[in-house]
């Protein structure tokens, strides 16, 4: 009876929390009036949610877009005298004679000698967030792997294309009620930014971070390291999450994690707004939600900000857009899941690394292979040259698995490790045809800091003129990086109708691929299905590859290869080629072989076979 006493106290608790989140009052822009002392929300350090006071100068219009507008204010108490606006305070709510105005959300310049900040409006978050379009193509990002900090922040830039969030020149912004402060308004609309947002990375090393930094930095992110360790000792959250608490966004948990902070500003029933500006202004997201913990306030004269690490997942952020980001409370997401086993020869043992990376366009393949690459180089080292060997499978709902295996070998092994694994990812939440569920990411990777390289330096066969119907030995020599010689035997078998001469092909899988695409012009895959067994097929580079071919004409059509095809054929594809998907081909393929081999093959070479009884 007590137990049911307390269940249903609790009940009546939380709905009486549900009923006061929603009737929390608001006030329009239009009645703020210069000189109005309002009171914000913070936590400053801890879980506590602190108090300080914004004073009223007024409100600057078309600030941040065509009737976007910004509550300007004076801030005063806690830290801010000495701190300024502080980073990480985006969201902070503030509160006019009890009822909610907005956001704190913009600061004034760098080296404020006052912290003057800028409040949108709450209606403008609400409105905003209640958009229900898709991801804009534009925001569709072409990063190119293996990663550099200059090619993605280029790729960053040319995708996103984004509106900047604030006025570019000072005619654009009028300050309304301070008409004693002559051109203010039309200088301060220029000078107003996003408060920075703490990005908290933890378990990456200096290297990665170092990739990842000046891309955040330049999109109004303040990198800091998450003090993830004594979280024993944290003070509890006090109570379910309200206005004024510190809330983050993660990108990538587990044994790393990656993931920024801010601070919530509403709460109506299920629904949460926080930010007061954009991440990057995606659109419709699916981050998870999650409670986050501040340490402490560190000072800075350029940009003082607060040290916090994400926490549990408390629900899913599904909207990023110009004036807030918002969410639900409840489960989070669908994440992907990456198990990866790492083994190497140095007698360290088998670890084995779990984390998350969340399911988008834009940030999953780039999370994924940052964690990555970084687990490599933090147990194998960075410079020198170093082999890898990669199996594994990218598990999709409703799919074939993709199978991963390859080996990469050199001074760049771990980042084209890295970005091989990370193909696949890239190709399925990028594709145009349909919504692709990947269920989890399994990786076995063997390491040596040995360069298991090979190139292929000749082929021959025994007997030069064989007759049709006969399997024949050819002779391929590779000499490895240390110049041993090393000869492989792949039987051929030449078919029994074949006749006058042949070309043999002996070849890496690069360079094979690159050939077939360029002598078949193979159309791109048109489905999920097509994608995957197109990525199923594609050649490793530890493999030597064996083709036969002959002079007789063929054809591609709508993708699939047709060889040796009688006269008669041939003249009807190529009398109905206004399709475009057709193309001719000039030989045919009699036979494919390939050997594996412990090495990663580089080279081609070729062969003229003239066969006998001719």
């Keep these: 009876m007590k137990i049911r006493r307390v269940a249903i106290v609790l009940s009546l608790s939380l709905l009486l929390l549900s009923t006061l989140r929603a009737a929390t009052p608001q006030m329009s822009v239009d009645d703020i009036r210069p000189g109005m002392v309002g009171v914000g929300r913070t936590v400053f350090n801890g879980t506590r949610v602190e108090e300080f006071k914004a004073h009223i100068i007024g409100v600057i219009e078309n600030v941040i877009g065509t009737q976007r507008n910004l509550i300007l204010a004076r801030l005063e108490g806690g830290p801010l005298a000495d701190t ?64 550099e900090p200059e090619s993605l922040l280029a790729s960053f830039r040319k995708a996103l294309n984004l509106n900047r969030p604030f006025t570019e020149r000072a005619g654009d912004a009028q300050l309304v009620g301070v008409s004693s402060v002559s051109g203010f308004g039309a200088e301060i609309g220029t000078m107003m930014r996003p408060i920075a947002t703490p990005l908290s990375i933890s378990g990456f090393d200096t290297r990665a971070a ?84 501040v340490y402490t306030v560190l000072p800075s004269l350029f940009s ?58 834009m940030f999953g393949p780039l999370m994924t292979y940052t964690a990555l690459v970084n687990t490599l180089t933090s147990y194998e080292r960075q410079f020198g040259t170093s082999t890898y060997s990669v199996q594994g499978r990218l598990k999709i709902k409703g799919h074939e698995p993709i199978a991963l295996d390859n080996m990469f070998a050199g001074e760049n092994a771990a980042s084209n490790t890295s970005a091989y694994i990370v193909a696949p990812i890239t190709a399925m939440v990028n594709n145009e045809y349909e919504t692709v569920d990947m269920e989890a990411l399994e ?65 890496d899988g690069q360079r094979l691929n690159q050939t077939e695409q360029r002598e078949a012009r193979l159309p791109q895959p048109r489905s999920v299905p097509q994608i995957v067994k197109a990525l199923n097929r594609a050649r490793r580079t530890n493999t030597i590859y064996v083709k036969l071919m002959s002079s007789d004409a063929g054809a591609v059509v709508s993708g699939e290869l047709l060889s040796s095809l009688p006269p008669s054929v041939l003249a009807v594809i190529e009398s109905d080629r206004s399709g475009g998907n057709t193309s001719a081909l000039q030989t045919a393929t009699l036979g494919e072989w390939q050997l594996r081999t412990e090495q990663a093959i580089s080279g081609v070479r070729s062969l003229t076979i003239q066969l006998s009884g001719n």
């Design 443 to 507: 990786i076995s990777v063997k390491s040596t800091e040995q360069p298991r390289t090979a190139q292929l330096e000749r082929v021959w066969l025994d007997d030069p003129r064989p007759r049709p119907g006969r399997t024949i030995p050819l002779k391929v020599l590779l000499r490895t990086y240390r110049g041993e010689d090393i000869i492989q035997t792949i039987p051929i078998e030449i078919p029994p109708n074949a006749r006058g001469t042949l070309a043999l092909t002996v070849s």
């Design 304 to 361: 003082s900000a607060k040290l916090s690490s994400t926490g549990e997942v408390i629900g899913t952020f599904n909207q990023d857009r110009a004036t807030a980001i918002a969410g639900r409370l409840g489960s989070g997401p669908s994440l992907l899941p990456v198990t990866m086993t790492l083994e190497a020869d140095r007698g360290i043992g088998t670890r084995t690394f779990h984390f998350n990376a969340v399911k988008d366009q």
């Design 210 to 293: 170092d990739v990842l930094a000046p891309t955040f930095r330049n999109s109004g992110f303040v990198p800091v390291g998450a003090a993830a360790a004594a979280r024993a000792g944290m003070a509890e959250f006090d109570g379910p999450l309200k206005p004024g608490d510190a809330v983050g966004v993660t990108f990538v948990s587990g044994d790393l994690e990656l993931g920024a902070t801010g601070t919530v500003t509403h709460i109506d029933d299920n629904k949460v707004y926080a930010f007061g500006h954009p991440m990057y202004n995606l659109g419709p997201i699916e981050f998870p939600m999650t409670r986050a913990y």
């Design 84 to 147: 300024g606006v502080i980073a990480g305070m985006s969201g902070s709510p503030v509160y006019v004679d009890g009822k909610l105005i907005g956001a704190v959300s913009y600061s004034l310049g760098s080296f404020p000698k006052e912290p003057i900040a800028g409040i949108t409006p709450i209606a403008e978050m609400t409105d905003a967030t209640a958009l229900a379009a898709t991801r804009p193509g534009g925001a569709r990002v072409d990063v190119t792997f293996p990663l």
